[in-house]
T-cell receptor, first 116, second 115 residues
Framework: GAVVSQHPSRVICKSGTSVKIECRSLDFQATTMFWYRQFPKQSLMLMATSNEGSKATYEQGVEKDKFLINHASLTLSTLTVTSAHPEDSSFYIC????????????FGSGTRLTVV | AQSVTQLGSHVSVSEGALVLLRCNYSSSVPPYLFWYVQYPNQGLQLLLKYTTGATLVKGINGFEAEFKKSETSFHLTKPSAHMSDAAEYFCAVSERGAGRRALTFGSGTRLQVQP
């Protein structure tokens, strides 16, 4: 089945530094990837939609200059949290549509970001 | 805009008992419907989905859900709970024909299974 590989699974960084999270579709081409954020004991909130070869579409209230998304190829999308602060600490999950399956959405395993 | 409501943020059942997790959607046109399970610090795993056809959908791990248009519901059930079913469950919807639209998630239901 469709697999999305997300790395790193866990990262701790200092305030003010930047962190890059990668999502790769391993066995299919993902023209669209979605980035979610999940706070403890809460649901997933869509941050942005990433389309290969074009600019990402950000949800209302999400700072595009802080959360940089790049989708340079059909198998790789990255989320960079710039100048991270403790309030950016969260669980970030990517997801991709698998065009070959029947309306399937495949999720990465998530990245736990802790900013100290 | 579509939305999805999960009634009950916490559900506790005894091992071997029936599991019922509720999900209602709000949409003028019935959307595609999904149930996902999430274990701590992990991504989401698809349990089942409804897109078209038979309204009773069987998924993995013995779970099933029934799409009821008249009730705008897609409740998740399992006849007999197992300890390994303890996790967070999310109902999600997607607009029909929306090729590049993300899923909209409910608030989640934490299932506890008591021995």
């Amino acid at each position: 089945g469709a697999v999305v590989s997300q790395h790193p699974s866990r990262v701790i960084c200092k305030s003010g530094t930047s962190v890059k999270i990668e999502c790769r579709s391993l066995d299919f081409q993902a023209t669209t990837m979605f980035w979610y954020r999940q706070f403890p004991k809460q649901s997933l909130m869509l941050m942005a939609t990433s389309n290969e070869g074009s600019k990402a579409t950000y949800e209302q209230g999400v700072e595009k200059d802080k959360f940089l998304i790049n989708h340079a190829s059909l198998t790789l999308s990255t989320l960079t949290v710039t100048s991270a602060h403790p309030e950016d600490s969260s669980f970030y999950i990517c997801s991709a549509r698998d065009g070959s399956s029947n309306y399937g959405y495949t999720f990465g395993s998530g990245t736990r970001l802790t900013v100290v | 805009a579509q939305s999805v409501t999960q009634l009950g943020s916490h559900v506790s059942v005894s091992e071997g008992a029936l599991v019922l997790l509720r999900c209602n959607y709000s949409s003028s046109v019935p959307p595609y419907l999904f149930w996902y399970v999430q274990y701590p610090n992990q991504g989401l795993q698809l349990l089942l989905k409804y897109t078209t056809g038979a309204t009773l959908v069987k998924g993995i791990n013995g779970f099933e859900a029934e799409f009821k248009k008249s009730e705008t519901s897609f409740h998740l059930t399992k006849p007999s709970a197992h300890m390994s079913d303890a996790a967070e469950y999310f109902c999600a919807v997607s607009e029909r024909g929306a090729g590049r639209r993300a899923l909209t998630f409910g608030s989640g239901t934490r299932l506890q299974v008591q021995p």
